[in-house]
């Protein structure tokens, strides 16, 4: 059969004929409702010629390309067939025999019901069986979303009596040769998500994480693209790993004129191999396809993200208090803080590292998970009935698969530690993958939520593994979230890793929210935010508004860039508000009360960021569902390159709507460095949410016209940023 999926303005061709693998003949741009000859003729149409020195039948790229049909490049599979040794004439063992794996053939085909909650519509998901000769087995799902974002995974059963060693399995797709320039992320601490471009050239463009989770310097999405696209512009395919261990992403060109996109698991030899009648399931492999550049990849991941994994509710106001107090807890402090925050408009007050028996730095009592008798007489519940007599929630820091060598627990249960020697921030790594640790770790948590009113968990991990056991211990804190969630199915769990080193689409099936960095600085904070969007959908992404200086950067930065760079994103506070000025604290209040009124549009619309031509200056915005609304923000990073900057546009309006343009007022007016502001501007309170003409008249302007001409722009000094409401009228 020859499979041709369909949505929204994607076309998939998946050539199942004969024995051979299928292969994807077409991924891209919708081909429209074409017959089944037509589809039959299409295909048979792209065999290409047969190059001078090479195989003498026409090269067909599959799903899972090996060396048996002439693919030179990574194979799409790897591992041995192991048999055992056996014992010979003469009493001594003969050698274990090592046999690669044979060539796979097509078994049987066919469109089966989608898994509920997929976001995959009826017939278009397909399953692939697969055989070999020595009992190998791969079945291969390939679904199309009907956001048009397409997923593949893989089954590799045993079905012989030899032992397999599974080497690799990816998701393979060729992407055509104007695909010719490649984007994906790296990063460090408190400095994720920081983009990389280069051109495709002939070989492997590998990203490899060896982390145990998929680190600071996570590829996130590898796209291929044509030259020079843009976030508004170019024709792109992308890649994404769901999977929170090692993962590969890569892109590939082969001397045979085929370019490829690849992932999968990263296994370490020997890692994991497979007996007679067991299965690996390899994490899915999303990909995306989209003509409108980056933006139009994130608009159709965005949507299949909340068709699937939606947030519980709203995204409440949250204050933590780890830069508020740090280790520093008490009773008074604490409920004093929360005072604060409840009068200022905060939903959700977060008890951060700190409460647990003997935890006064980071060196030492991580397990011990216990409430400190000496800090806490009467456990947590005096905080709690502060918090939420206050109307607010209570959140809980956690770090559970973590444990420091200074603790009770690995005091007693040495046999514990993953990590071995190796410290990083003074701990170790607990080994989720043996049952008495797994069970311990589920006790306890499951102890404290029972015991308070915790509605929403950080669950941390600040440290990479440093040894092999990655797949094992993925697999097991897979199975504590789950059962954690199936026993208290009311909280909420964010998923923090030193910042942001745990951001995949695999753990989004268990958690609600991502700490995407550590760094509150919000000059860095604009980067991080820009590109982690990429791949997911603002309010799953926190974003707090932490004090000045910063934390991680010493940087010291205006309330109101704080206050504007939060905004967009799942906001909250990371800032002893106890200290606060009234001024400050009129601010954070005033600038809640306008999240609170954005929520549905920020949290509910489509991200537009427009690209820059100037470095020093970047707008970005989110454009309501019915374009009726939108919110930009024009963000000053540093000083610009020219005395008078192209002007502010806002595109992803509606093209015959006409808007209002005004200013929202957050934090004080920004600094600017013109003596008058341009003529649009002008006006006593320009700046207080008053955006006028000369004539004081409202401003109104087609989405035409405030998309490709748009608005001169104030002389934001660096550090600085406005925000944009434009309604229709």
């Given at each position: 059969?020859?499979?041709?999926?369909?949505?929204?303005?994607?076309?998939v061709?998946?050539?199942?004929?004969?024995?051979?693998?299928p292969?994807?003949?077409?991924?891209?741009?919708d081909?429209?409702?074409?017959?089944?000859?037509?589809v039959?003729?299409l295909?048979?149409?792209?065999?290409?010629?047969?190059?001078p020195?090479?195989?003498?039948?026409?090269?067909r790229l599959?799903?899972?390309?090996?060396?048996?049909?002439?693919?030179?490049?990574?194979?799409?599979i790897?591992?041995?067939?192991?048999e055992?040794?056996?014992?010979?004439?003469?009493?001594?063992a003969?050698?274990?025999?090592?046999h690669?794996l044979?060539?796979?053939?097509?078994?049987?085909?066919?469109?089966?019901e989608?898994?509920?909650?997929?976001?995959?519509?009826?017939?278009?998901a397909?399953?692939?069986?697969?055989?070999?000769?020595?009992?190998?087995?791969v079945?291969?799902?390939?679904?199309?979303?009907?956001?048009?974002?397409?997923r593949?995974?893989?089954?590799?059963?045993n079905?012989?009596?030899?032992?397999?060693e599974v080497?690799?399995?990816?998701?393979?797709?060729?992407?055509?040769?104007?695909?010719?320039?490649?984007?994906?992320?790296?990063?460090?601490?408190?400095?994720?998500r920081?983009?990389?471009?280069?051109?495709?050239?002939?070989?492997?463009?590998?990203?490899?994480g060896r982390?145990?989770?998929?680190?600071?310097?996570?590829?996130?999405?590898?796209?291929?693209?044509?030259?020079?696209?843009?976030?508004?512009?170019?024709?792109?395919?992308?890649?994404?790993?769901?999977?929170?261990?090692?993962?590969?992403h890569?892109?590939?060109?082969?001397?045979?004129g085929?370019?490829?996109?690849?992932?999968?698991?990263l296994?370490?030899?020997?890692e994991?191999?497979?007996?007679?009648?067991?299965?690996?399931?390899?994490?899915?492999?999303?990909a995306?396809?989209?003509?409108?550049?980056?933006?139009?990849?994130?608009?159709?991941?965005?949507?299949?993200?909340?068709?699937?994994?939606?947030?519980?509710?709203?995204?409440?106001?949250?204050l933590n208090t780890?830069?508020?107090?740090?280790?520093?807890?008490?009773?008074?402090?604490?409920?004093a803080?929360?005072?604060?925050a409840a009068?200022v408009g905060?939903e959700?007050?977060?008890?951060?590292?700190g409460?647990?028996?003997?935890?006064?730095?980071?060196?030492?009592?991580?397990?011990?998970?216990?409430?400190?008798?000496?800090?806490?007489?009467?456990?947590?519940?005096?905080l709690?009935?502060?918090?939420?007599?206050?109307?607010m929630?209570?959140?809980?820091?956690?770090?559970?698969?973590?444990?420091?060598?200074?603790?009770d627990?690995?005091?007693?249960?040495?046999?514990?530690?993953?990590?071995?020697?190796?410290t990083?921030?003074?701990?170790?790594?607990?080994d989720l993958?043996?049952?008495?640790?797994?069970?311990?770790?589920?006790?306890?948590?499951d102890?404290?939520?029972?015991?308070?009113?915790?509605?929403?968990?950080k669950?941390?991990?600040?440290r990479?593994?440093?040894?092999?056991?990655?797949?094992?211990?993925t697999?097991?804190?897979?199975?504590?979230l789950?059962?954690?969630?199936?026993?208290?199915?009311?909280?909420?769990?964010?998923?923090?890793a030193?910042?942001g080193a745990?951001?995949?689409?695999?753990?989004?099936?268990?958690?609600?929210?991502?700490?995407?960095?550590?760094?509150n600085?919000?000059?860095?904070?604009?980067?991080?935010?820009?590109?982690?969007?990429?791949?997911?959908?603002?309010?799953?992404?926190?974003?707090?508004?932490?004090?000045?200086?910063?934390h991680?950067?010493?940087?010291?930065?205006d309330?109101?860039?704080?206050?504007?760079?939060?905004?967009?994103?799942?906001?909250g506070?990371e800032?002893?508000?106890?200290?606060?000025?009234?001024?400050?604290?009129?601010h954070?209040?005033?600038?809640?009360g306008?999240?609170?009124?954005?929520?549905?549009?920020?949290?509910?619309g489509?991200?537009?960021?427009?690209?820059?031509?100037?470095?020093a200056?970047?707008?970005?915005?989110?454009?309501?569902?019915?374009?009726t609304?939108?919110?930009?923000?024009?963000?000053?990073?540093?000083a610009?390159?020219?005395?008078?900057?192209?002007?502010?546009r806002?595109?992803?309006?509606?093209?015959?709507?006409?808007?209002?343009?005004?200013?929202?007022?957050?934090?004080d007016?920004?600094?600017?460095?013109?003596?008058?502001?341009?003529?649009?501007?002008?006006?006593?309170?320009?700046?207080?949410?008053?955006?006028?003409?000369?004539?004081?008249?409202?401003?109104?302007?087609?989405?035409?016209?405030?998309?490709?001409?748009?608005?001169?722009?104030?002389?934001?000094?660096?550090?600085?940023?406005?925000?944009?409401?434009l309604?229709?009228?």
């Amino acid at each position: 059969m020859i499979f041709h999926l369909r949505a929204a303005g994607t076309s998939v061709l998946l050539d199942a004929r004969g024995t051979a693998v299928p292969a994807v003949v077409h991924w891209g741009a919708d081909l429209g409702d074409l017959d089944d000859a037509t589809v039959e003729r299409l295909v048979d149409a792209q065999v290409p010629a047969v190059p001078p020195s090479a195989i003498d039948v026409p090269f067909r790229l599959s799903l899972i390309p090996t060396l048996h049909e002439g693919w030179t490049g990574r194979p799409g599979i790897s591992g041995y067939v192991v048999e055992p040794a056996a014992p010979a004439s003469s009493g001594a063992a003969s050698p274990t025999a090592r046999h690669p794996l044979p060539p796979l053939r097509l078994g049987a085909a066919q469109v089966v019901e989608p898994a509920s909650g997929s976001g995959v519509p009826a017939g278009s998901a397909v399953r692939l069986e697969l055989a070999a000769d020595g009992d190998l087995r791969v079945v291969t799902d390939v679904e199309l979303t009907g956001e048009g974002v397409l997923r593949l995974r893989h089954t590799w059963t045993n079905a012989g009596d030899a032992v397999v060693e599974v080497g690799s399995l990816d998701a393979v797709l060729p992407v055509p040769d104007r695909a010719a320039e490649v984007l994906d992320l790296s990063g460090t601490w408190a400095h994720e998500r920081r983009p990389q471009r280069r051109a495709v050239g002939d070989g492997v463009w590998s990203r490899e994480g060896r982390h145990g989770r998929p680190g600071h310097d996570h590829a996130y999405l590898v796209v291929a693209g044509t030259p020079g696209f843009g976030f508004r512009s170019g024709e792109v395919w992308a890649m994404h790993v769901a999977w929170s261990g090692d993962t590969r992403h890569g892109v590939e060109r082969s001397t045979l004129g085929r370019t490829v996109l690849a992932g999968g698991e990263l296994l370490a030899p020997g890692e994991l191999a497979l007996g007679p009648g067991e299965s690996w399931t390899t994490p899915w492999v999303v990909a995306v396809w989209s003509p409108e550049g980056l933006d139009g990849l994130s608009a159709r991941l965005h949507a299949w993200v909340r068709s699937t994994s939606p947030v519980p509710s709203e995204r409440p106001v949250t204050l933590n208090t780890w830069e508020a107090v740090y280790f520093d807890h008490d009773l008074e402090r604490l409920g004093a803080l929360a005072d604060v925050a409840a009068r200022v408009g905060v939903e959700r007050f977060v008890l951060d590292d700190g409460w647990f028996r003997g935890r006064v730095d980071d060196r030492r009592a991580l397990g011990d998970w216990f409430v400190d008798e000496q800090r806490w007489p009467d456990g947590l519940h005096p905080l709690a009935e502060r918090v939420t007599g206050l109307g607010m929630q209570l959140g809980l820091w956690v770090e559970p698969e973590m444990v420091s060598p200074d603790s009770d627990v690995a005091r007693a249960h040495p046999e514990w530690l993953l990590s071995g020697g190796v410290t990083w921030r003074h701990q170790h790594v607990l080994d989720l993958r043996q049952d008495d640790a797994r069970d311990f770790v589920l006790e306890r948590l499951d102890a404290l939520l029972t015991e308070y009113p915790v509605a929403y968990v950080k669950w941390d991990h600040n440290r990479d593994l440093l040894t092999e056991g990655a797949h094992g211990q993925t697999v097991a804190l897979y199975g504590v979230l789950d059962e954690l969630r199936r026993r208290h199915p009311g909280v909420e769990i964010e998923s923090c890793a030193s910042g942001g080193a745990r951001v995949d689409l695999g753990i989004l099936e268990r958690v609600d929210r991502f700490w995407t960095s550590d760094v509150n600085d919000p000059l860095e904070r604009q980067a991080v935010q820009r590109w982690s969007t990429l791949l997911l959908p603002p309010e799953y992404l926190g974003s707090h508004v932490g004090p000045s200086p910063a934390h991680t950067t010493g940087r010291q930065s205006d309330l109101g860039f704080r206050l504007v760079t939060a905004l967009f994103l799942s906001a909250g506070l990371e800032w002893d508000l106890t200290r606060a000025s009234t001024a400050e604290l009129e601010h954070v209040r005033r600038w809640i009360g306008e999240y609170r009124e954005l929520r549905g549009l920020l949290h509910g619309g489509t991200v537009v960021r427009v690209d820059a031509t100037d470095p020093a200056t970047e707008v970005h915005g989110v454009v309501a569902e019915d374009r009726t609304e939108a919110v930009f923000a024009h963000v000053a990073l540093t000083a610009p390159r020219s005395a008078l900057p192209a002007p502010v546009r806002f595109p992803g309006l509606d093209p015959e709507l006409r808007y209002v343009v005004r200013v929202l007022p957050i934090g004080d007016p920004p600094r600017t460095l013109e003596p008058r502001p341009p003529a649009w501007l002008q006006g006593d309170g320009w700046l207080g949410g008053e955006g006028t003409l000369l004539d004081d008249e409202d401003l109104v302007l087609t989405g035409r016209v405030l998309g490709e001409v748009g608005l001169p722009g104030a002389l934001l000094l660096p550090g600085q940023a406005m925000v944009f409401h434009l309604g229709a009228c």
